[in-house]
């Protein structure tokens, strides 16, 4: 029988759990001979390597993170290494390999297909929602409600003291995370790395806005931008407001996948095994304007990120 591995790799995200038990049981059923791989692609390395047993992919779709637990490995960008892990799938009669995880990982197993001929079909899994050519990530609306949770948590304290907050959502690179959140939770002020900003118009449209009597305030920055402390101290100085700063951090990584992630997650796990199981060597799963598809990995290398441009509108707004 002929094997396919599933494997995770790079920032955990809700949703990856669902998306393993539905990769297993339909490479199962179109009678393949599924593995796990442990500790993604350190794992591969180190052999840690095993059949999946029903047992194993049971009472798993409800919980956040990995239960493959996940890394990033510097050994992977070396030819031995990589060799190391291509002997570990061909003692083992694995011919395909499913990888849950974001752009990084999708680029490791590009160059390893480029190596050795290994198959593999991608899952885009990342909060960060910044995959080319996909509109959305496994992870992303539970990291979302996580973030909408401690808003609301925030705005009740804020209120009741009239106070300023400023939360920095996580994002490496990207802004989406904040952009949705600055939205969904009426904040007055978004910063993202993608959009400029002026600090002396939003200073006057909240003074207009307040009339001397300022409010309270939500500002809501990505990570990305570096740029949390300073605002938190602006505010401060400027509008003479009592401020606050909280980091939600790791906690947006965490917590049980909402059931559009669950959902999602099997319809790209399906579609990733039906893709390796037509032949095709290096497609990442996507769903662009309402449908979902495949992509070749080299289309989702050289495409640019595009946001939807109706959030970014309202989101300009926010930053002037
Ligand atoms: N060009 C590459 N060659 C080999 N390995 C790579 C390459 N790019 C990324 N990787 C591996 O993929 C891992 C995951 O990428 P990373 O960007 O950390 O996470 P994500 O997959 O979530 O974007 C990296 O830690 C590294 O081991
Ligand atoms: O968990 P770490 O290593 O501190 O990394 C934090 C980074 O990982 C993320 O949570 C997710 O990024 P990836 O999915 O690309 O790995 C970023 O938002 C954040 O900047
Ligand atoms: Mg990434």
Known sequence: ?????????GGDAAGMNPA???????AMHLGYEPFLVDDGLR?????????VSDHD???IIHRGGTILRSSRSKRFFEYEHRLAAYENLKKRGIEKLVVIGGDGSF??????????????AGIPATIDNDIPGTDYCLGVDTALNMIRQSVDSIRDTANSFRRAFVVETMGRHCGYLAMASAVT????????????????????RLR???????????AIVAEGCNMSDYLNRWIGDTLKMDSRLTILGHIQRGGSPTVRDRLMASKFAVGAVES???????????????HFGTLPIHKVADSQLEMDPALVAMCKKLCK
């Open 1 to 9: 029988m002929e094997g396919i591995a599933i494997m995770t790799s």
């Open 20 to 26: 393993i038990k539905a990769a297993a049981d339909h």
């Open 43 to 51: 794992g591969l390395i180190d052999d840690k390597i095993e059949k």
């Open 57 to 59: 992919v049971s009472d």
């Open 107 to 120: 680029r490791a197993l590009n160059q390893f297909y480029a190596d050795f001929q290994v198959p593999f």
């Open 185 to 204: 939770s009426g904040a007055e002020i978004c910063m993202v790395p993608e959009l400029e900003y002026d600090l002396d118009s939003i200073g006057e």
């Open 208 to 218: 207009v806005k307040y009339q001397g009597h300022p409010n309270f305030l939500i």
């Open 276 to 290: 390796l199981h037509r032949g095709e060597t290096c497609n990442i799963m996507i769903y662009k304007s309402g």
